[in-house]
DNA sequence: GTTGTATTTTGACAGTTGTCAATTATTTTA
DNA sequence: TAAAATAATTGACAACTGTCAAAATACAAC
């Protein structure tokens, strides 16, 4: 992004962001994230393209934008310490609420594009890039383990991420209790479990 | 890619393949990835654009392919079946080994891009596509798991990249014991390992 | 309200992308 | 070896990308 969603913005700024934002996610609906390019948000945002420049670097960047922006709702909601293994379950369940809640979000996601696309794995990325952040909180407290922190809280997120990607896209009809137990499963070892 | 480079090539496919995987390899050297662009590979093999495309969708796709010829080398050394926590350990030091016998590549890799790059992120794809399928061979047998065979091997790919990248770009001195119980320590479950 | 400053918007530009039908080279067959 | 068939190469094209310095707008202080 080449400026700072994070500080104030002026009612112009905001205004802006806003239509890119909405042009992108009207876009999305009608075709591939491939097949879009950044006159086609120009075009229904009604800027030119010097002003989509203003504000992002590419395409990609303001998807991972809308993710962000998405993503708030979600965030909000987990809290932010607490014990290892219930907060990791209570973020998957969260993630999988959400997308259970955002039916509409996820066939957008899914209708022009497969689940190898390049738009779920913006997504996800942004959603493990997260995840992996307050779990980092939940464990640096914990000194008892072999495995260094910061590989530990890696390996959690991208854990929440496989099974989320299992639940949305291999077995859409899963209830959350299978769910939690395939994630406890791995979380406790999956040779062993 | 536009040709089967598994089926039977022709001299010229060859030779032109050759000239595009030269170039750039070449070009990684000197800028990074997302500085190249498809007249600097073209520049650098003496072939037209319109070649390039004849063999290639994009340039990320060249990568990709320059991966999987690089690839060939580890692949071949992995048993093709065994027992699985033995397999899984086996196949991250070969793909450890193969890395610290080939710093100059990940010096490439590095130099001009970071480690959340695309260039690495391209190539840690292709590693962990390739441990995927090696794994879900190890796994389909064993019916005692009560996770899916599919999602356990998804688990287990995961987690050699996770603690492959911990290793090459966390941790670069690291020995192999101290990597290997790394591994299996998250293999046997995060938490109570 | 006017002035000056900072921010936002803009059109135009040079370079890149991916595709096409036409050309050239290579291999196969007789 | 010559003709036919197949495969590889090519230049030219239209569309897209990202950047710039100039213009327009919003905002603040007086």
Redesign the pocket.
Known sequence: MK?DVTQH?????K??LKAFRLAMFEALSEKGFDK?????ICKKS??????????F???FDLLQYLWSYIGKDILDKIPKNGDEEDGIVKIFNLLLEFFNDHQELLINITKNNGSDSHLWHSMSGYLRHEANILIYNYCKENNQVKVPVKLLARFYSDLIIAVLEWCLFEQPDIDVDTADEYLISLLNGGLNA
């Open positions: 400026i913005l002026t009612l112009g700024a205004r802006t879009i390019t950044v006159n086609d009604e800027y030119p393209r010097a002003t989509f420049y203003n504000y670097d590419d395409k």
